[in-house]
């Protein structure tokens, strides 16, 4: 009888402050996921805290070898940022660049892997530059970033009501952030391999 291989996403993002809307983005996606029968594990911003990265030595932290275990293990990335002057944060920058790690791989980076992106700010022009950012650096990362992702406008208001609990923006957040994670379930989490993305891009 054939084993069924539960697929495994990895979900990256967040900011130095508890409960950012990032981070609130990053675990409804994951929720998600779940919900289609992966496994999956939480880097938010305080677990990507991380020391500043530099090439010219080998030794890392016992929290950035956690995370780069987690994302050679991963068949798909969910990646959630704020918007910060047009584009990602310094804490997600830092945290992306222990890819480097990841170089030298037989699946080097993100090769291989649905990159889901999430983007959270205040006004959808600096949303939608701050993704388009985003996606180049999936991109750069040799990642395969989901057809569409997800944009999420916050405001004031919208953290007072959050704040009390009101539930009047989680139909659109779960518009938002289903179709990026939606996009992961094709490629990746319905067969759990990795590299079952880059056979059926090389195909078209």
């Given at each position: 009888?054939a084993?069924?291989?539960?697929?495994?996403?990895?979900?990256?993002?967040?900011?130095t402050?508890?409960r950012?809307?990032?981070?609130?983005?990053?675990?409804?996606a994951?929720?998600?996921?779940?919900?289609q029968?992966?496994?999956?594990?939480?880097?938010?911003g305080?677990s990507?805290?991380?020391?500043?990265?530099?090439s010219?030595?080998?030794?890392r932290?016992?929290?950035?070898?956690?995370?780069?275990?987690?994302?050679?293990?991963?068949?798909?990335?969910?990646?959630?940022?704020?918007?910060?002057?047009?584009?990602?944060?310094?804490?997600?920058?830092?945290?992306?660049d222990?890819?480097?790690d990841?170089?030298?791989?037989?699946?080097?980076?993100?090769?291989?892997r649905?990159v889901?992106?999430?983007v959270?700010?205040?006004?959808?022009?600096t949303?939608?530059i701050?993704?388009?950012?985003?996606?180049?650096?999936?991109?750069?990362?040799?990642?395969?970033?989901?057809?569409m992702?997800?944009?999420?406008?916050?405001?004031?208001?919208d953290?007072?009501?959050a704040?009390?609990?009101?539930?009047g923006?989680?139909?659109?957040?779960i518009r938002?952030?289903?179709?990026?994670?939606?996009?992961?379930?094709a490629?990746a989490?319905?067969t759990?391999?990795?590299?079952s993305m880059?056979?059926?891009?090389?195909?078209?």
């Amino acid at each position: 009888m054939a084993t069924t291989v539960r697929p495994f996403a990895v979900g990256l993002g967040g900011t130095t402050k508890a409960r950012s809307s990032p981070e609130k983005a990053l675990k409804h996606a994951l929720a998600l996921a779940e919900a289609q029968g992966a496994d999956t594990d939480l880097f938010d911003g305080s677990s990507i805290h991380l020391p500043m990265y530099g090439s010219e030595s080998s030794e890392r932290s016992p929290d950035v070898r956690r995370l780069i275990t987690a994302l050679r293990r991963a068949d798909d990335v969910i990646i959630a940022t704020p918007c910060y002057h047009g584009s990602v944060s310094g804490l997600l920058t830092n945290a992306l660049d222990y890819v480097e790690d990841m170089a030298q791989d037989p699946h080097p980076h993100f090769d291989g892997r649905a990159v889901a992106l999430i983007v959270c700010g205040s006004g959808w022009q600096t949303t939608a530059i701050t993704l388009s950012a985003l996606r180049s650096i999936a991109h750069a990362l040799r990642g395969w970033p989901t057809p569409m992702g997800g944009g999420h406008q916050y405001y004031e208001q919208d953290l007072r009501r959050a704040g009390r609990g009101d539930r009047g923006d989680r139909g659109a957040a779960i518009r938002n952030f289903g179709e990026p994670v939606g996009g992961l379930r094709a490629p990746a989490l319905r067969t759990g391999r990795r590299n079952s993305m880059s056979g059926r891009m090389a195909g078209c």
